[in-house]
């Protein structure tokens, strides 16, 4: 008997090349064929996602015939709630053993496991998510052992399936290890390190394939099973870059992301002024998160930097234009760290190559990394150098630990080395942006949004 899967991994909401690998899918899919996802298509950076809750990705993958989807880090960077609106209405299966809820109950819509039947061959698939560590309690969400979890669903369906695929976004490195410790499985489709296999490769016995990332390839894996054992014929990785766009995926992103500008173009409330934004020159919009930072976490100075924005919000507040303004999905997070780290990059701050300098990567999705804008201190300097930071009426003291608000992006260093010198961090649930709509409209905060931290010694010293 033979199968073939045909799988993607980490597509990331990268649509325009997802709708190249669903003309491969459909060019390629027979009626041995079983068609998997390895985790991270949706990525919420997308307005169709956003403005639809993420059904516009159950929508896209119904279309082409998706049989399951194992959940990724993506799937749950906006909330539990919506995961489980995604799930709950999918007609294909939510895999995933290792994910909970922060209490450690099941999250509404999704399986540990499943078994398909494909021309009278039991197939079960389960899934692997990957633990976020430190977000895990911010997120709202409870990861238990992987290994431990595939091992469970194996016993628990015993006798039940004829061969085994586990969807892993754990990553390759993982699932090498999972290949010679766990011989009950028979394929890999892996995920989240986003690798890309030129063909499946065999460990232990055990076909592992993984197809890249952002829908630039399409894995291939086509199998022949004797006795509930299983041998790889053939398999291939092919690329997406000149293939031609399927229609129907094309159409159905041009309805959702028409339902979606609608649902998010509806005015939240009017701004009392304008708060405009700038790379380098302190301006309203960055302070005002750095005020919002450091009211959210009780902290004793908001920390943000002004690329986290890519421009400033004028007239009224939508959540389309808070995707527009920061569409970054990183998290407020509180840390501690001693004066003098934050001094050093205060000084750095003060360097317009350093502000003008890429700051991609990371979840950081705008374009230059920024000046640090300050809640709770001020900075006097000369446009070289700092003179004194005060916090309050006392100087910073380069010894003493401060409790930060700040992103996660600056907490690990990005952008400013120096800021990684931290502990104790803290992660919220919420994106930076969601910082700008609870404080534009809070009384006060934009009115101090206009009050500058930054001053030069000769307006001190007159």
């Not at 085994?164 to 892996?190: M, N, Q, R, W, Y």
């Not at 490769?201 to 829908?215: D, E, F, K």
């Not at 990785?237 to 129907?248: L, R, Y």
Request: net charge negative.
């Amino acid at each position: 008997m033979r199968i073939k899967i045909i799988h993607t991994n980490d597509v990331h909401s990268n649509f325009d090349n997802f709708a190249k690998a669903v003309t491969l899918i459909k060019q390629h899919k027979d009626h041995d064929t079983i068609i998997l996802d390895g985790g991270d298509f949706a990525d919420f950076k997308s307005i169709e996602l956003q403005g639809t809750r993420g059904i516009a990705a159950i929508e896209l993958l119904e279309s082409v015939g998706y049989d399951a989807l194992t959940i990724g880090n993506n799937e749950m960077f906006n909330g539990v709630d919506t995961l489980e609106h995604m799930a709950s209405n999918s007609p294909f299966p939510f895999i995933s053993n290792n994910l909970f809820k922060k209490d450690k109950t099941a999250i509404n819509g999704i399986v540990p496991s499943t078994i398909l039947l494909k021309n009278g061959l039991r197939i079960l698939i389960t899934g692997s998510s990957p633990d976020m560590g430190e977000f895990n309690d911010g997120l709202g969400i409870y990861i238990s052992s992987y290994k431990e979890a595939i091992i469970d669903e194996i016993k628990r369906n015993e006798g039940k399936y004829d061969i085994c695929i586990l969807l892993s976004h754990v990553g390759t490195f993982v699932d090498e290890v999972l290949a010679e410790e766990i011989p009950e499985i028979d394929i890999i489709i892996s995920a989240h390190d986003h690798k890309l296999y030129a063909e499946a490769r065999v460990i232990n016995n055990i076909v592992t394939n993984s197809a890249g990332q952002y829908g630039e390839h399409v894995g291939i894996v086509e199998l022949e099973i004797m006795n509930n054992n299983v041998k790889l014929i053939h398999s291939e990785t092919i690329s997406t870059v000149n293939v031609e766009k399927d229609e129907q995926i094309i159409s159905l992103l041009k309805v959702n992301k028409e339902k979606a500008i609608v649902v998010l173009s509806q005015s939240l409330y009017e701004l009392e002024r304008p708060l405009w934004h700038d790379v380098v020159e302190e301006n309203p919009i960055t302070n005002l998160i750095a005020d919002g930072l450091k009211d959210m976490l009780n902290c004793d100075i908001g920390l943000i930097n002004s690329g986290i924005c890519n421009a400033g919000a004028f007239n009224n507040l939508s959540n389309k234009k808070l995707i527009e303004i920061c569409p970054s999905p990183l998290n407020p997070t509180s840390f501690e760290m001693q004066g003098k780290y934050i001094k050093m990059a205060i000084e750095q701050s003060l360097d317009a190559q350093i502000c003008l300098g890429d700051g991609r990567g990371a979840g950081f999705r705008g374009r230059f990394v920024g000046r640090l804008h300050i809640a709770g201190a001020e900075i006097v300097h000369d446009g070289k150098t700092v003179h004194a930071i005060y916090m309050g009426t006392k100087p910073l003291e380069e010894e003493a630990w401060y409790t930060v608000a700040s992103s996660d992006y600056l907490q690990r260093g990005s952008g400013y080395k120096c800021l990684a010198h931290n502990r104790n961090e803290k992660y919220r649930a919420e994106h930076i942006k969601d910082v700008i709509r609870l404080y534009a409209n809070k009384d006060g905060f934009i009115e101090k949004a206009y009050v500058n931290r930054w001053k030069e010694a000769a307006e001190v010293y007159q």
